[in-house]
């Protein structure tokens, strides 16, 4: 009877070790080969580990952000992500990142969200909290989260520069920021502060770049709001993809 018990409980890993590979295959096969077998301290395996640990960024989304920033690696600037929470997705950028001359700037409130504008109303009810008005504060983390997830990877804290704060263009001269960007990972949920950086970072974005704004026409109107109108002055020098997956949505920002 034990040996039976054994034999089904072996099997039943052996079925799910060979499940986990065979998606880590699908996971890599999406990953650009050409691009990652120049950076041979990037760890396929450590790579996997923080795609599975990202909150709120879909796989989909992770891959996005590791085949843009591993298209943009050579270009000359630095690297930002406006919203930060705790840190996940700034563990995958950080990972990337860390063997290079790049400075990587982090923006966050770490109160949470600010009030929505009058262009954000709720569309998607993510915490259940009937009014977007009950949102404010909330996804509030602290400071020591994310540098946690950062000391994880071994990022080197010279190359870090953490802006506190809540964005608005009212607020800009508290904040510092890089002379070139390669990419940016904006991810504030609102219309207002999601504009003022587009409207901030646009200029400073060098040709080639790449911003990724997550939460396009997801939980609040505001993102796809403020996307759009940004973009409709702009269409001569940034070119957008639209990516909707069942656990994300977002828009990926090309500078020609
Ligand atoms: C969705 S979370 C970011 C998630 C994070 N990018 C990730 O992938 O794990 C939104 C974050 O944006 C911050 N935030 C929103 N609006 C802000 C503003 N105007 N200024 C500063 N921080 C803001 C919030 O504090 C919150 O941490």
Redesign the pocket.
């Known amino acids: 009877m034990k040996d039976i018990i054994k034999k089904i409980i072996t099997y039943r890993e052996t079925i799910k070790n060979k499940h986990l590979d065979l998606f880590k295959e699908i996971v890599f096969d999406k990953i650009d080969g050409d691009k990652i077998i120049k950076y041979p301290e990037i760890k396929m395996d450590k790579l996997f580990e923080i795609l599975l640990d990202l909150?709120?960024?879909s796989l989909v989304e992770g891959l996005n952000i590791i085949n843009s920033l591993l298209g943009t690696q050579e270009l000359d600037g630095d690297v930002c992500?406006f919203?930060?929470?705790?840190?996940?997705?700034s563990k995958l950028i950080g990972y990337l990142i860390k063997n290079t001359q790049k400075k990587f700037y982090l923006?966050?409130?770490?109160?949470?969200?600010?009030k929505p504008s009058a262009l954000d109303r709720l569309k998607d009810d993510i915490f259940d909290l009937k009014k977007i008005e009950n949102y404010q504060g909330k996804?509030?983390?602290k400071q020591d989260e994310v540098i946690s997830e950062l000391n994880k990877i071994k990022f080197d804290m010279n190359n870090l520069i953490i802006n506190k704060?809540?964005?608005?263009k009212e607020n800009l001269s508290k904040f510092q920021f890089p002379k070139k960007i390669t990419f940016a990972?904006l991810?504030?949920?609102?219309y207002q502060?999601t504009l003022d950086v587009l409207n901030t970072i646009d200029k400073i974005l060098i040709k080639d770049g790449i911003i990724i704004v997550?939460d396009y026409d997801f939980f609040s109107t505001g993102v796809k709001t403020a996307v759009d109108s940004w973009h409709d002055l702009n269409k001569e020098t940034f070119t957008v993809i639209k990516k909707k997956t069942t656990l994300s949505n977002f828009i990926i920002i090309r500078k020609n």
């Open positions: 909150k709120g960024t992500e919203g930060v929470a705790q840190g996940k997705t923006y966050d409130s770490f109160e949470g969200l600010p996804m509030s983390h704060g809540f964005f608005f990972y991810d504030f949920d609102f502060p997550d």
